[in-house]
């Protein structure tokens, strides 16, 4: 039997078949603009993945019409099963597509369809820790369907220990594929991202269950915290190209991918699409690292006043700002 290489299980090693990657540019980004996005973006977005060989990419969310009208929100609140054909035809390539369902925002039993009707591949369903219940009947909902499932826990800096322990505990039992950490004030370190992926894989132990991770760059650590996630075992990886997305953004899909140093993953494609169709948007919005965002970051808030901030007429008062977040 050969000898393994001792540089094979080198922990700096990132060449692993098992880690996939899931593009939320699209998703991420409709934040921004209520997900106004028109079908040329959201082509050209869904082509670099394709070309780039990205696994998954997330389309929008699968909005409940009662609670947010069409008519104020674009197409991707909802990601139609029609709409999402007119981009993406049967989809025959080899990239998934998810949708995101937000617990308690999504009427999951009439409008996620079974899967044999769906080109969707991949059910994100994101929750609050105290809405965990909600999140397993969606989770059990969307398996039984047929989809592969995941559970995006939000804002995880905010949630106490034992609070999170129990959570997973609960989670862990349930059939959903993917646990994910979602770093949604952008406030974690590193250290705090190897805790998180240890307890989320003790959890998942005996239950097969994959971990995911998806950083936010508040304090420009999106890109480092999600390195720190893949070096402890985190398999699922997200992110945006040139880290779009509400705030300060996410970890960058063009950094992730040269990183990677996997062979089947070609960042020229992801480079293109950042010069042609995401840089022009830097005109009309404003995302990435400020001071606004990483003061909200080491005050582990949410980000919505550093937003307000952005968007007045004062963008750049960074100490008024400070002194408004430390009354």
């Given at each position: 039997?050969?000898?393994?290489?001792?540089?094979?299980?080198a922990?700096?090693v990132?060449f692993?078949?098992?880690?996939?990657?899931h593009?939320?540019t699209?998703?991420d980004g409709g934040?921004?603009?209520?997900?106004?996005?028109?079908?040329d973006f959201?082509?050209?977005?869904?082509?670099?993945c394709v070309?780039?060989?990205?696994?998954?990419?997330?389309?929008?969310?699968?909005?409940?019409?009662?609670?947010?009208?069409?008519?104020?929100?674009?197409p991707?609140k909802?990601?139609?099963?029609?709409?999402?054909?007119?981009i993406?035809?049967?989809?025959?390539t080899d990239l998934?597509?998810?949708?995101m369902?937000?617990?308690?925002?999504?009427?999951?039993?009439?409008?996620?369809?079974?899967?044999?009707?769906?080109?969707i591949?991949c059910?994100?369903?994101?929750?609050?820790?105290?809405?965990?219940?909600?999140?397993?009947?969606?989770?059990?909902?969307?398996?039984?369907?047929?989809?592969?499932?995941t559970l995006n826990?939000m804002a995880?800096?905010?949630?106490?220990?034992?609070?999170?322990d129990k959570?997973l505990?609960?989670?862990?039992?349930?059939?959903?594929?993917?646990?994910?950490?979602v770093?949604?004030?952008?406030?974690?370190?590193?250290?705090?991202?190897?805790?998180?992926?240890?307890?989320?894989?003790?959890?998942?132990?005996g239950?097969k269950k994959?971990?995911g991770?998806?950083?936010h760059?508040?304090?420009?650590l999106?890109?480092?915290?999600?390195?720190?996630?893949?070096i402890?075992?985190?398999?699922?990886?997200?992110?945006?190209?040139?880290?779009?997305g509400?705030?300060a953004?996410?970890c960058?899909?063009e950094l992730l991918?040269?990183?990677?140093?996997?062979?089947?993953?070609?960042?020229?494609?992801?480079?293109?699409?950042a010069?042609?169709?995401?840089?022009?948007?830097?005109?009309?919005?404003?995302?990435g690292?400020?001071?606004?965002?990483?003061?909200?970051?080491?005050?582990?808030?949410?980000?919505?006043?550093?937003?307000?901030?952005?968007?007045?007429s004062?963008?750049?008062?960074?100490?008024?700002?400070?002194?408004?977040?430390h009354e």
């Amino acid at each position: 039997m050969p000898k393994k290489d001792k540089f094979q299980s080198a922990e700096w090693v990132t060449f692993r078949p098992e880690i996939k990657v899931h593009d939320c540019t699209v998703r991420d980004g409709g934040l921004m603009n209520d997900h106004k996005f028109n079908d040329d973006f959201v082509r050209k977005v869904y082509q670099a993945c394709v070309a780039a060989g990205v696994d998954y990419m997330e389309l929008g969310y699968k909005a409940s019409k009662k609670i947010f009208k069409t008519d104020e929100h674009g197409p991707w609140k909802f990601c139609d099963e029609d709409y999402v054909r007119k981009i993406v035809g049967d989809n025959d390539t080899d990239l998934k597509l998810s949708v995101m369902a937000d617990a308690e925002r999504t009427d999951f039993k009439e409008d996620i369809l079974p899967k044999d009707q769906s080109v969707i591949d991949c059910i994100r369903v994101a929750c609050y820790v105290h809405q965990i219940p909600t999140a397993i009947d969606m989770i059990v909902d969307a398996h039984d369907k047929g989809y592969e499932t995941t559970l995006n826990l939000m804002a995880i800096s905010t949630v106490p220990e034992f609070e999170l322990d129990k959570a997973l505990e609960v989670v862990a039992k349930s059939p959903v594929d993917v646990l994910y950490i979602v770093d949604s004030y952008g406030s974690l370190y590193g250290e705090q991202i190897d805790d998180l992926v240890d307890r989320f894989m003790n959890a998942g132990k005996g239950h097969k269950k994959e971990i995911g991770v998806h950083t936010h760059n508040n304090q420009q650590l999106a890109f480092s915290n999600t390195i720190a996630a893949i070096i402890k075992g985190a398999t699922r990886l997200d992110a945006t190209i040139m880290g779009l997305g509400r705030g300060a953004g996410n970890c960058h899909m063009e950094l992730l991918l040269s990183f990677l140093k996997n062979p089947k993953y070609k960042e020229r494609a992801i480079l293109q699409c950042a010069q042609d169709t995401i840089l022009p948007m830097r005109k009309e919005m404003d995302w990435g690292y400020s001071i606004p965002y990483m003061i909200t970051g080491v005050l582990n808030e949410h980000p919505r006043d550093a937003i307000k901030v952005r968007e007045s007429s004062n963008p750049d008062d960074y100490v008024a700002f400070f002194d408004m977040m430390h009354e």
